[in-house]
């Protein structure tokens, strides 16, 4: 009998070492690397510029990769060019399933105005060079490797890990996100959700903090319209339409709008204020506190409009039409709006106010309902994902993490209105980058190979920390 006891408690025990190993043991990080720049490359050189957006050869890359390693793969499609891959890693159910978002298309390009060919993945001192290499292609790779990572690990899971890489996501979303939550939302729906629309911005080499987006501004598109009497361009009428256009856009231009924290924005001031000069530190102390608030909105307007743009509902004029001859005065001159909305924003109300600045009764507002992305409350700050980020960003980059809302917008409003708590998290890039021309959607678009590899390390902590089993059944 007491042989029989020891032998159950050493099966237990070794069980339980299992475990602990599976989840404590790390993988060969150098040989990562290097399979993460081989599929990250192979990715890259494969031109899935929207339009037209033919991401097949991409989802078919992917699909062969994770079929090799038995990994289960679904693909769905609106348009057979234009597919959306969904791999699975089955757990014991015991949790809600995790899922993993990356999108295959990337913006066009003018390949004249580059010094590397924009498909041509090059790598040069440390960079990596290509469309799509930080706008999406690097969380493509990443996620894929996760999976792979997850897979060989042989850990148990206690929920489903699901990644889903998606057609459309820049400007054709009726192929990806749309088309996947109408028609596919079973195959990914989940609890938590983890896509781009974060970092970690490095200045002069060293890193400020970690952004996660945990909600987003919504598009909200909206044209003025001005209609008058048309005539001869040599007899000025009051009722001219560009004139009544003009002075409208002026009207809304200098408008104001309402100040308005919700809870992400309120942590990320709170945070950054923590970390900032004390000049910096009583401005953002006075957007929170409301004391002398106006003065630290105007600092931002002029020195740091994307700080601007996070505190209300913002509107850009980025069209002017009207005339079609010098000597004609038109009928109906319009202007487009980009109105980028507080995801609570009462878009009805907002309208009817800014009728009221631009209070002429020759100018129509039309609002381009057609454009809008769905809104929904910000993910929360108290989840066990946004407590597993913190933590990864703390091992990995030893920073602190700011909770943002994007002024512009990704496919996880749609998650997030059907209830997913949704994160956006991406890898370090240098601030310089982007005026130097180097960033997203830029004529010399590249990532840090460095950057890239940590990244991987990262999602890998968050992932492993929330997915594998933290004791056995």
């Given at each position: 009998?007491?042989?029989?006891?020891?032998?159950?408690?050493?099966?237990?025990?070794?069980?339980?070492?299992?475990?602990?190993?599976?989840?404590?043991?790390?993988?060969?990080?150098?040989?990562?690397?290097?399979?993460?720049m081989?599929?990250?490359?192979?990715?890259?050189?494969?031109?899935?510029s929207?339009?037209?957006?033919?991401?097949?050869?991409?989802?078919?890359?992917?699909?062969s990769?994770?079929?090799?390693?038995?990994?289960?793969v679904?693909?769905?499609?609106?348009?057979?060019?234009?597919?959306?891959?969904?791999?699975?890693?089955?757990?014991?159910?015991?949790?809600?399933?995790l899922?993993?978002?990356a999108?295959?298309?990337?913006?066009?390009?003018d390949s004249?105005?580059?010094?590397?060919?924009?498909f041509?993945?090059?790598?040069k001192d440390?960079y990596?060079?290509?469309?799509?290499s930080v706008?999406?292609?690097?969380?493509?790779?990443?996620?894929?490797m996760?999976?792979?990572?997850?897979?060989r690990?042989?850990?148990?899971?206690?929920?489903?890990?699901?990644?889903?890489?998606?057609?459309?996501?820049?400007?054709?979303?009726?192929?990806?996100?749309?088309?996947?939550?109408?028609?596919?939302?079973?195959?990914?729906?989940a609890?938590?959700?983890?896509?781009?629309?974060?970092?970690?911005?490095?200045?002069?080499?060293?890193i400020?903090?970690?952004?996660?987006?945990?909600?987003?501004?919504?598009?909200?598109?909206?044209?003025?319209?001005?209609?008058?009497?048309?005539?001869h361009?040599?007899?000025?009428?009051?009722?001219?339409?560009?004139v009544?256009?003009?002075?409208?856009?002026?009207?809304?231009?200098a408008?104001?709008?309402?100040?308005?924290?919700?809870?992400?924005?309120?942590?990320f001031?709170?945070?950054?204020?923590?970390?900032?000069?004390?000049?910096?530190?009583?401005?953002?102390?006075?957007?929170?506190?409301?004391?002398?608030?106006d003065s630290?909105?105007?600092?931002?307007?002029?020195?740091?409009?994307?700080y601007?743009?996070?505190?209300?509902?913002?509107?850009s004029?980025?069209?002017?039409?009207?005339g079609?001859?010098s000597n004609?005065?038109p009928?109906e001159?319009?202007?487009?709006?980009?109105?980028?909305?507080?995801?609570?924003?009462?878009?009805?109300?907002?309208l009817?106010a800014?009728?009221?600045?631009?209070?002429?009764?020759?100018?129509?507002?039309?609002?381009?309902?057609?454009?809008?992305?769905?809104g929904?409350?910000?993910s929360?700050?108290?989840?066990?994902?946004?407590?597993?980020?913190?933590?990864s960003v703390?091992?990995?980059?030893n920073?602190v993490?700011?909770?943002t809302?994007?002024?512009?917008?990704?496919?996880?409003?749609?998650?997030?209105?059907?209830?997913?708590q949704c994160?956006?998290?991406?890898?370090?890039?240098?601030?310089?980058?982007?005026?130097?021309?180097?960033?997203?959607h830029?004529?010399?678009?590249?990532?840090l190979?460095?950057?890239l590899?940590?990244f991987?390390?990262?999602?890998?902590?968050?992932?492993?920390?929330?997915?594998?089993q933290?004791?056995?059944?």
């Amino acid at each position: 009998m007491m042989k029989r006891t020891f032998y159950a408690l050493a099966v237990v025990c070794f069980m339980v070492g299992s475990v602990v190993n599976a989840q404590s043991k790390q993988p060969d990080w150098k040989a990562v690397e290097e399979e993460t720049m081989e599929h990250f490359q192979a990715i890259l050189r494969m031109n899935t510029s929207d339009p037209p957006g033919i991401e097949a050869p991409v989802v078919d890359y992917l699909k062969s990769v994770l079929q090799k390693e038995g990994i289960e793969v679904q693909t769905f499609a609106l348009d057979p060019n234009r597919p959306n891959l969904v791999a699975r890693l089955k757990g014991t159910g015991k949790k809600r399933p995790l899922l993993i978002m990356a999108h295959t298309d990337v913006v066009n390009v003018d390949s004249t105005k580059w010094t590397y060919p924009p498909f041509s993945a090059t790598r040069k001192d440390g960079y990596v060079y290509g469309r799509g290499s930080v706008d999406d292609k690097d969380n493509v790779a990443t996620g894929l490797m996760v999976m792979l990572l997850l897979k060989r690990s042989n850990a148990m899971l206690d929920r489903d890990v699901i990644f889903l890489a998606e057609a459309g996501e820049e400007g054709n979303v009726k192929y990806g996100i749309d088309y996947m939550v109408k028609n596919h939302w079973p195959a990914i729906e989940a609890e938590y959700c983890f896509a781009e629309g974060g970092g970690v911005p490095r200045t002069g080499g060293k890193i400020q903090y970690a952004t996660v987006a945990t909600t987003e501004k919504i598009p909200r598109g909206a044209k003025l319209v001005a209609k008058g009497i048309s005539g001869h361009g040599s007899v000025p009428l009051q009722s001219n339409a560009v004139v009544h256009i003009a002075q409208a856009v002026a009207k809304v231009a200098a408008w104001q709008t309402p100040m308005r924290l919700n809870e992400t924005t309120t942590a990320f001031f709170k945070r950054l204020a923590e970390i900032s000069t004390p000049e910096e530190t009583a401005r953002f102390q006075a957007l929170l506190n409301g004391k002398n608030a106006d003065s630290a909105q105007e600092y931002l307007a002029t020195k740091e409009p994307r700080y601007y743009s996070t505190l209300r509902t913002s509107i850009s004029p980025t069209i002017i039409k009207g005339g079609y001859r010098s000597n004609v005065i038109p009928s109906e001159a319009e202007a487009t709006l980009d109105i980028r909305a507080l995801p609570d924003e009462d878009m009805p109300k907002f309208l009817d106010a800014m009728r009221q600045v631009i209070n002429d009764p020759a100018v129509d507002i039309v609002s381009n309902s057609s454009s809008a992305r769905p809104g929904s409350p910000p993910s929360k700050l108290n989840t066990e994902a946004f407590r597993a980020v913190e933590a990864s960003v703390k091992r990995t980059y030893n920073t602190v993490t700011l909770p943002t809302m994007l002024t512009g917008a990704t496919d996880m409003s749609y998650l997030r209105s059907k209830g997913v708590q949704c994160y956006g998290i991406g890898p370090m890039t240098d601030s310089e980058d982007g005026p130097k021309g180097f960033g997203a959607h830029s004529d010399q678009e590249r990532i840090l190979e460095e950057a890239l590899h940590k990244f991987l390390r990262f999602q890998w902590d968050v992932v492993s920390s929330l997915a594998m089993q933290s004791s056995p059944e």
